[in-house]
């Protein structure tokens, strides 16, 4: 008998199930189950509340584990019924069916964020399309391929990707291709702040998507373009390409990228330090995110936005309201990677506010990373965070020591932007 | 019955009558429709000024842009998330419009939602003509809402917070202070949450002997368990994973000074008896260390929790309860502050108006009601963080009742009139109250059906019927 019994906290719950790769839905399950007790808001220790000092009841955790278990057995049942499609087509000599029932069974696992097996499935599509005549396979599968490593963070080997299917795409006359592998390229550029490089491909992409009349493809290069634009500082160009890139979506009526747009235009208000102007740009991607299917971790970044907005305008409370609400919403949509950033900021916070308990939040995002994520960009930026937070405090050592894991982390996924800022920031605290 | 007159309150109110009808600004939101031409017709009549967008992200752009009084949505496929939004919204927007959610046969759950939400009415569509017009009454009325001045309050700072109050209960409580500070003996606060237990121990640190000292504080609940050891001990270089410099703990911080152990019923067994140790030996090793350090700390605890209760359950150690508590102070509840509440309203609008750069002076008559109202379950901490949210909307020199937090505003919202006698139904009132149940309980089933005593299933059943 339980009934009357205090929940388990989330921290301990975790303790208690193994590393198991089996097990790692019923970890998800666990946290999504997680509830914050409802006088806890009022405890001195709320402001410090993260998912691991969340209740989970053991008795409301079981009737999720059918649900849960029904879910896997749907998963495995498309991943197997991929395989099998792939097996026909290579038996009836369709090596491009086989590819894509591979690529099919990659972007679920992608999906669910297992992101390692996805890969997996990509590689064997990869050496299947290798061999074929046909090339369009194998410019599709470089392209998922380098989509998954430049989220991942492996930003050489999501270039090599990109480029070898951009190559490929323009010898095959496949205009869709090209323009992919050219934001794909963009993006990758982007990411490792190669400026130039960014500009040049988006720009190759755009004339392409142009020439061939794709107007979601020029909405979202424009988009690209915006956010290139902003990263340098250049607000001019950036509201230029936001306008036209808000123009092609409203004139879709594309829910989910102008809410993307409109999300880029707030960050862009904010940086002009135009506040009000940037709240409600906000609020109008929220209204578009919920006109349509909701896509949670497109809200989650809007409303940490919002709150980075509020801390920027020295309004710490609402900030803090924000950053709870977009918790709430990660913590029920398992989206363990946005639960870490949000962690981050939190920390953050606390640390502008010279709060030293705020290490908390830290060493929950560092938690998280480990046991449910495995992202080493994400991580390397949790140890950058955590090293600024250490020397805000005055901390310089634990300060030194956070950052260089942070840039041994990027070291090994070769470089970029992230490698740059930490390099810098380990100078300057030597200095 | 009428409450007696709060101690400090000026009587003499300050009314703000309106030169002319106020004129309000309505923003109609949803697919134009003959609905929207009726609305339009009969809020021109009533001197009101209509605009009309068509849906929400047009509504997102006129809510930034221009100042509304009143929003009229209409609800569409997804209500519950509409009104989350908009109640979202209308927070930042300039002025602080209320909201007036319109849909076609509104559920039972919906109904609670907006309520709990603070929209001021729900109404099913087609609109009729009379409860628009009421709507706009209540709008009015809000408007000529009668104002209060605050009054001036006495405080005593301690550090970042103060002392603020007068009532019986919380002069027994500075005594105990002025009593227990010159000495250096341990000292055991107790007292729900938010009843100021770190700002008794501050006061208790700022007036005794080691005053000179910081004041080192831990909270215990806030630090996940496997770090509080090292955070409370300190570590050497390597003695764990993270360990990646030697650490000096907050018992070693606070020697020659006062710790203050917040949420010390939430320690593990093995860590209290550690603190024990420490406590009675006065030397600690910091963890994956040979060392002995020597530490001279005094000690001051507090829980939320009924230690005797947990010692008899075997989660607190019955040695380390009789070593904190040498010295015992329990903290009032708000509730039995009786007008400490207007006191420390005033004292936390004048700290927020500061810091946010207003000069609000009254509150509404309505507001203050509201105030005096609520259950205050989380107690001063609650206090403040409302008046900090009512400061941040504000807009001119009064706290006003819309400026108040959802939960409190909820409690002025009434369901929308039903036929007849306006009283609600027996199937209403069972619906609100397992609403409310539901909400204490967190959403849980299993724990509401017990404070109902009903079977879960039961529950279950009744919450499917009425939408909630």
Redesign the interface.
């Given at each position: 008998m339980t009934?009357?019994l205090p929940p388990v906290r989330v921290?301990?719950a975790l303790r208690l199930l193994p590393e198991i790769e089996a097990l790692a839905p019923l970890r998800a399950v666990l946290v999504a189950a997680a509830?914050?007790?409802?006088?806890a808001?009022?405890?001195?220790?709320a402001?410090?509340?993260t998912v691991?000092?969340r209740g989970v009841?053991p008795?409301?955790l079981r009737p999720a584990i059918p649900r849960a278990v029904r879910r896997i057995a749907e998963h495995l049942s498309v991943l197997y019924d991929c395989y099998v499609q792939a097996l026909e087509c290579q038996q009836r000599r369709d090596g491009a069916g086989a590819v894509a029932a591979l690529l099919r069974a990659g972007d679920r696992e992608e999906a669910v964020g297992r992101l390692a097996p996805a890969r997996a499935w990509y590689e064997v599509a990869l050496t299947v399309s290798e061999g074929l005549q046909e090339r369009r396979p194998e410019i599709e599968t470089l392209r998922v391929l380098g989509h998954l490593a430049l989220r991942q963070g492996h930003y050489a080997v999501a270039a090599r990707a990109y480029q070898r299917s951009f190559v490929l795409a323009e010898a095959e006359f496949d205009q869709a291709g090209a323009i992919a592998a050219c934001q794909g390229l963009g993006n990758v550029a982007l990411a490792q702040g190669q400026w130039q490089g960014a500009r040049a491909w988006c720009a190759r992409g755009l004339r392409l998507a142009e020439a061939a009349g794709d107007a979601v493809r020029i909405g979202q290069i424009e988009h690209q373009l915006a956010v290139l634009a902003l990263r340098q500082g250049d607000h001019a160009t950036a509201v230029k390409h936001l306008g036209c890139g808000r123009e092609r979506f409203e004139q879709l009526g594309d829910a989910l990228e102008?809410a993307r747009v409109l999300n880029t235009e707030g960050l862009l208000e904010a940086q002009l330090n135009r506040h009000?102007?940037a709240?409600?740009a906000y609020?109008?991607a929220?209204?578009?995110a919920?006109?349509r299917e909701?896509d949670p971790g497109l809200e989650v970044s809007i409303r940490l936005n919002l709150a980075e907005l509020y801390l920027q305008t020295g309004?710490p409370?609402?900030a803090e309201q924000e950053m709870r609400r977009a918790e709430e919403l990660a913590i029920a949509q398992n989206l363990t990677s946005r639960l870490i950033q949000i962690y981050s900021l939190m920390g953050k916070l606390r640390g502008q506010q010279g709060d030293e308990?705020g290490f908390?939040f830290f060493?929950?995002a560092?938690?998280l990373c480990r046991t449910l994520d495995r992202a080493p960009v994400l991580e390397g930026q949790v140890y950058y965070e955590y090293g600024l937070f250490r020397s805000l405090l005055g901390q310089r050592?634990?300060a030194r020591?956070?950052l260089e894991?942070a840039r041994e982390m990027f070291e090994s996924l070769g470089g970029g932007v992230e490698l740059e800022r930490v390099t810098s920031e380990l100078q300057r605290i030597s200095a | 019955m009428a409450r007696p007159q709060a101690a400090g309150l000026t009587r003499a109110r300050s009314e703000t009558p309106p030169a002319s009808p106020v004129e309000i600004r309505i923003l109609a939101v949803g697919a134009e429709s003959a609905m929207t031409q009726s609305i339009r017709q009969w809020a021109e009549e009533a001197g009101a000024q209509l605009r009309h967008a068509p849906d929400l992200p047009h509504a997102a752009r006129l809510l930034a842009s221009e100042r509304w009084d009143l929003v009229l949505a209409a609800l569409g496929e997804r209500p519950d998330e509409e009104l989350t939004w908009w109640v979202d919204a209308l927070r930042n927007a300039e002025g602080g419009p209320r909201l007036i959610g319109l849909a076609h046969q509104p559920s039972m759950g919906l109904v609670l939602r907006a309520e709990r939400l603070g929209v001021l009415d729900l109404l099913c569509l087609p609109v009729r003509r009379e409860q628009l017009l009421h709507a706009l009454e209540l709008v009015r009325s809000a408007a000529t809402q009668v104002r209060i001045p605050l009054p001036p309050v006495e405080s005593h700072p301690v550090g970042p917070y103060a002392l603020v109050g007068q009532s019986p209960a919380m002069l027994e409580v500075y005594k105990l202070i002025a009593r227990v500070a010159s000495s250096t003996a341990t000292v055991l606060i107790q007292g729900e949450s938010g009843t100021g237990k770190e700002v008794v121990a501050r006061a208790i640190h700022l007036h005794g002997p080691r005053a000179s000292g910081p004041f080192v504080a831990v909270n215990c609940a806030a630090i996940p368990e496997n770090l509080l050891e090292s955070e409370l001990f300190g570590h050497e270089k390597g003695a764990f994973t993270g360990a990646v410099t030697r650490k000096i703990g907050r018992l070693e911080q606070a020697t020659g000074s006062t710790l203050f152990l917040d949420e010390v019923a939430d320690m593990s067994l093995t860590l209290q008896s550690k603190i024990l140790r420490a406590v009675q030996e006065r030397e600690i090793e910091r963890v994956g260390g040979n060392e002995t350090i020597a530490v001279d700390i005094r000690l001051i605890a507090a829980t939320n929790r009924d230690l005797r209760e947990a010692i008899t359950a075997g989660r607190f150690r019955e040695d380390l309860y009789y070593r904190l508590a040498v010295v015992t102070i329990t903290l009032p509840r708000l509730e039995q502050r009786g007008d400490d509440l207007v006191q420390l309203t005033s004292h936390f609008v004048r700290e927020f108006s500061l810091r946010y750069g207003k000069t609000i002076g009254c509150i509404s008559e309505r507001a203050l009601e509201l105030l005096r109202n609520h259950p205050w379950v989380g107690n001063v901490r609650e206090l403040r963080n409302a008046v900090e949210r009512a400061v941040i909307v504000a807009t001119d020199d009064t706290l006003r009742a819309e400026h108040l937090p959802d939960e409190l505003r909820a409690e002025e919202a009434a369901l929308p009139p039903r036929a007849g006698s306006g009283l609600a139904t027996l199937v209403d009132a069972e619906a609100r109250h397992l609403a409310r149940v539901l909400a204490h309980a967190g959403g849980q089933i299993g724990a509401a059906a017990e404070i109902l005593g009903i079977h879960r299933n039961t529950l279950a059943r009744k919450i499917k019927e009425y939408g909630l």
């Open positions: 009934a009357g921290e301990q509830r914050a007790d409802n006088l808001q009022w405890q001195s220790s402001p410090y509340l691991g000092k009841q008795a409301e102008m009000s102007r709240s409600g609020l109008e929220l209204a578009w919920h006109r909701t309004r409370f609402e308990t908390v060493e929950q560092i938690e050592e634990e020591a956070y894991t | -």
